[in-house]
């Protein structure tokens, strides 16, 4: 079994920065791939970015290539996603996400564990 939990989040103006932290308990970290969601309200959860167990491979959502920069410290347990010049429409929960596997998943019902969520507020 793996947990996890979000950190990171918070309300940033248009053009701002966040780094949000996903940190993981369990030994099988590291031979798991692991993803990044969110859902804004009214809609429905979308994968952000994905890393694969190594962090050689990784896959963003075409909204936030350029922007968005996912991964991975193995030897802390920890994904991290770097938002940078972030939009009032990256406004949502954000959810961690891993399952078993070595390579990169983009399916949202493949992941078998999940974070609580951390609210982004971008502000225009």
């Known amino acids: 079994q793996v947990q996890l939990v979000e950190s990171g989040g918070g309300l940033v103006q248009a053009g701002g920065s966040l780094r949000l932290s996903c940190a993981a308990s369990?030994?099988?970290?590291?031979?798991?791939?692991m993803g990044w969601f969110r859902q804004a309200p009214g809609k429905e959860r979308e994968l952000v970015a994905a890393i694969s167990w190594s962090g050689a491979s990784t896959y963003y959502a075409d909204s936030v290539k350029g922007r968005f920069t996912i991964s991975r410290d193995n030897a802390k347990n920890t994904v991290y996603l770097q938002m940078n010049s972030l939009k009032p429409e990256d406004t949502a929960v954000y959810y961690c996400a891993g399952r078993p596997g070595t390579r990169i998943f983009v399916e949202r019902g493949s992941y078998d564990y999940w974070g609580q969520g951390t609210q982004v507020t971008v502000s225009s």
């Open positions: 369990g030994r099988t970290f590291s031979s798991a791939a």
